[in-house]
T-cell receptor
Framework: DTEVTQTPKHLVMGMTNKKSLKCEQHMGHRAMYWYKQKAKKPPELMFVYSYEKLSINESVPSRFSPECPNSSLLNLHLHALQPEDSALYLC?????????????FGPGTRLTVL | AQSVAQPEDQVNVAEGNPLTVKCTYSVSGNPYLFWYVQYPNRGLQFLLKYITGDNLVKGSYGFEAEFNKSQTSFHLKKPSALVSDSALYFCAVRDVWYTDKLIFGTGTRLQVFP
């Protein structure tokens, strides 16, 4: 299995809602990533997990809360988001942290905050 | 500062003609360079990478890229474009300090006309 899956594909939420994005990979990769991508822009790194531990937080607001329950799963918990948080949220994984291995991306979750 | 530049927002090419998507980089030390493609409403797909060795790198779907150290460039090429190659292309370099991070260029939209 050489893919990264993400659920849901689309999510619409109000500013007071709590929701979660899910990401899963079964490639045995030990590094997992969350990115935010606005239309026609490159992805912006949010978080990196390596061996299930948070290794990079790119000064992301606390209304975004990542979680890595095990080596195959990565969640992003959302609470009290703002309309400007509407974007495509991409999950990725790679074989090892700090290596030259490419990252494999999921299809993304299209988030709309009303 | 580390950076990647993609000087063209859009490249137009006729089907069957060769295509080039340009990328230049600025990093200290040896660069680890990547090309990704993104189709509409999808995640990024890895095309190819340069780590070391032969300056001409061959990748997926008939794409190749030439690493030129003196010109600090890593241009993506394909001998004969297909309409299905139309997509958004991102060049990226691995951050030398935070090696989990990819520094992306702004992207180039490739439009292949029949």
């Amino acid at each position: 299995d050489t893919e990264v899956t993400q659920t849901p594909k689309h999510l619409v939420m109000g500013m007071t809602n709590k929701k979660s994005l899910k990401c899963e990979q079964h490639m045995g990769h030990r590094a997992m990533y969350w990115y935010k991508q606005k239309a026609k822009k490159p992805p912006e790194l949010m978080f990196v997990y390596s061996y299930e531990k948070l290794s990079i937080n790119e000064s992301v607001p606390s209304r975004f809360s990542p979680e890595c329950p095990n080596s195959s799963l990565l969640n992003l918990h959302l609470h009290a988001l703002q309309p400007e948080d509407s974007a495509l949220y991409l999950c990725a994984s790679s074989q090892e942290q700090g290596s030259y291995n490419e990252q494999f991306f999921g299809p993304g979750t299209r988030l709309t905050v009303l | 500062a580390q950076s990647v530049a993609q000087p063209e927002d859009q490249v137009n090419v006729a089907e069957g003609n060769p295509l080039t998507v340009k990328c230049t980089y600025s990093v200290s030390g040896n660069p680890y360079l990547f090309w990704y493609v993104q189709y509409p409403n999808r995640g990024l797909q890895f095309l190819l990478k340069y780590i070391t060795g032969d300056n001409l790198v061959k990748g997926s779907y008939g794409f190749e890229a030439e690493f030129n150290k003196s010109q600090t460039s890593f241009h993506l090429k394909k001998p004969s474009a297909l309409v299905s190659d139309s997509a958004l292309y991102f060049c990226a370099v691995r951050d030398v300090w935070y090696t989990d991070k990819l520094i992306f260029g702004t992207g180039t939209r490739l439009q292949v006309f029949p």
